[in-house]
DNA sequence: TAGCGATGCGAAACCCTTTTCGATACTTTC
DNA sequence: GAAAGTATCGAAAAGGGTTTCGCATCGCTA
């Protein structure tokens, strides 16, 4: 019984059994209309009492639509990927809608293989899921189903992307340093290598400046997404200006490693500097001392979003082009004080 | 064309254009014998041109599977969930089977509305992916397909369960520091309301006791699985029995707060004190100073043999039970020397 | 009582593919 | 030249559901 030895019950059984054909156990079950009272009841009853559930291939076959969409990833360990991920599971999760799961690991054959494979099982559409800003290769233009690239957007400028805006959150961290009353503000920068430590650096210059400051120590330091980075670099900021008040960290990572030596170093979290994050990586933001301030990037939001996108795609109201989601500050321990 | 709006081609387009019947474009498209090589050779001509990807809907109706599965999780957020969802996804890609992911979000409403859209789906088996050690309650013995559980096994000893080994994992723990020369050695525990957290003790004093060891301090402390408790019970720790030569903590977190803690009242690591950790969070080891030593429960070769194991079963090869994988120590800098 | 519309139900077509089996046409053998 | 055998192909059914359309049946009116 628990595997798949007795065949599951068909509308033909229930139909059977209430002794009415297939056409109107099926009307009946659907609440369509030409069915008297006492015969749907009849079948209602059977149905329930066979556990009938319809069977979707046969009415997908039919209808033209499955219901199911395709979500293919680069890499699911990214962080990035993984909330972005939740945000779609649950909004198609409220409209009835199944996700297939699919993960290239960076790899463009397979990818071009889990495509084919979503498309023969008539996916109603796919989102595309990347884990780094840079633009990705477009899909192509002749697919059958509608697209959407979310975080990475496609390099088409015809197909529809759904990316963080990450100038403007690093804006948003520098101005929520100088409404703290932050003079000396300096920028730990990750990799250089990323797209996004440049959006982040240019966000939060074009900040600093709107603000009538320029950055402390005079320069931002380029290094890795580590904390020994955030370590070294904050050993660095700390010789050559000592009098920082503030520093930006271009992620949590790195935000770890500079309250580390800030500390070790005897400077007072928030009171001597403040320090902010990027990324709002619970693990690390919630159990550092004090906890640390970040720059959220509202990631399930931006799945939901995709998954909404997607939806009015499929329902051919398509709007190409790539939409920027905007971050928001979550202010913790690490960043209040200065009287 | 971006958007459904053209059908996809069929059997029938392809038959048309070749010239011949659906049928032995079939036989000709699936190397089935009874067509000339000439006649087969254009059949595949015309498919390639058409990019003709047979329906899987329609082909699945017939065959009665569908060479897919559902992959029911409790939690995406949790850090267990994943790994093991990659190994599931992994080996699923591998032997060309599509994952439906769903997420119950911990809600048993959920979980069963998420059921019965697989089954209708009729998906070939179903994986239920736990985020506790706890027993978890069994979908029930009545599903046409079969079930396997992992992580969180079945409270129903017929179900296929598929869980770690916590008691060996954290005696290898033991067991490594034991190696190590280490003879004074302390545990910080997690959080007792978790089943992994006694399981885990019970490994300790066990490997202690075959070792002729007892434990420092005479206790194991019992906390939560955060940083701030891992640093909280290092003092009360290093206040008792200040002659503490190594410390087995609960989890990586509250390995670095026990790290952190070592560090500032003086103490070389591993020299003085060593340092494991458990669950191998690469974030969290790798970016430790010194890099934590930690125990890996190898989730992702988890989730891989719960995919075997469930395809094993669908092919009528059941085998009921709890089966355990064992748990491996991953060494890094907080436990070598010690002369 | 014949005629009418409304109502309830079932036969059949359709979605797309695979598979079986029967029908050709062609070759070989006696 | 007829019988037997082989190679190639197509018609049709099956899988499970939805929908259209035609057919009864019923109550009602003229």
Redesign the pocket.
Known sequence: MANGSS?????????RLA????????????G?????????ERVVDVAKRLA????A???S????RTGTVGLLTSDMEGRFSLPIMMGVEDAFGAARTSVFLCDARGDSIREQHHVDALLSRRVDGLIVVGSRTEPRPSLGRGLPVPVVYVYSPSDHPDDMSLVIDNVAGASLAIQHLVTGGRKRIAHIAGDPGYQATHDRARGAEAALDAAGLSLACGRIHYGSWTEAWGRGATRMLLADEPAVDAIFCGSDQIARGCLEVLRDQGREIPDDVAVIGFDNWEVLTVNARPELTSVDMRLEELGRRAAQRLYEAIDERMTPGVEMLHCQIVQRGSTIPLN
């Open positions: 065949r599951a019950t068909t509308l033909t059984d229930v139909a002794g009415v054909s297939v056409a109107t156990a099926s009307k009946a079950l659907n369509r209309a030409g069915v008297r009272t006492e015969t749907r009938f559930q319809p069977n291939l046969a009415k076959l039919l209808a033209g």
